[in-house]
């Protein structure tokens, strides 16, 4: 079973940039998406940024409100996802979770594709 839980989120003033992590356990080969996805009150959840890792390939992906300010890493061994975000608006504020897909094929970045959520991290941006 995997496990996520995340960290980094916090209070930043507009323009200003926050890194958020996702420690990952009890990974298996059919882990092949980790994704970042927001909620904000009384909004539905949304994909923010997705990797997706088969073998040496890797793609990407990201929301077309975060193209450009938001970059999605992992690092080698798997057991940690990154969310680095650069020129944050106060549009930016809610609830990041790190996701996991465990089912072994491509992914994009709709929820109900992934079957692991973390607990969630804040994000405020004021401006």
């Known amino acids: 079973q995997v496990q996520l839980e995340e960290s980094g989120g916090g209070s930043v003033q507009a323009g200003g940039s926050l890194r958020l992590s996702c420690a990952a356990s009890g990974y298996n080969y059919r882990t092949k998406c980790m994704g970042w996805f927001r909620q904000a009150p009384g909004k539905e959840r949304e994909g923010v940024a997705r990797?997706?890792?088969?073998?040496?390939?890797?793609?990407?992906a990201y929301g077309d409100s975060v193209k450009g300010r938001f970059t999605i890493s992992q690092d080698n061994a798997k057991v940690t996802v990154y969310l680095q975000m650069n020129s944050l608006k106060p549009e930016d504020t809610a609830m990041y979770y790190c996701?996991?897909?465990?089912?072994?094929?491509?992914?994009?970045?709709?929820?109900?594709?992934?079957?692991?959520w973390g607990q969630g991290t804040q994000v405020t941006v004021s401006s």
């Open positions: 996701a996991a897909a465990t089912g072994g094929s491509w992914c994009g970045l709709g929820t109900y594709e992934y079957d692991y």
């Open positions: 990797i997706y890792t088969d073998g040496s390939y890797t793609h990407y």
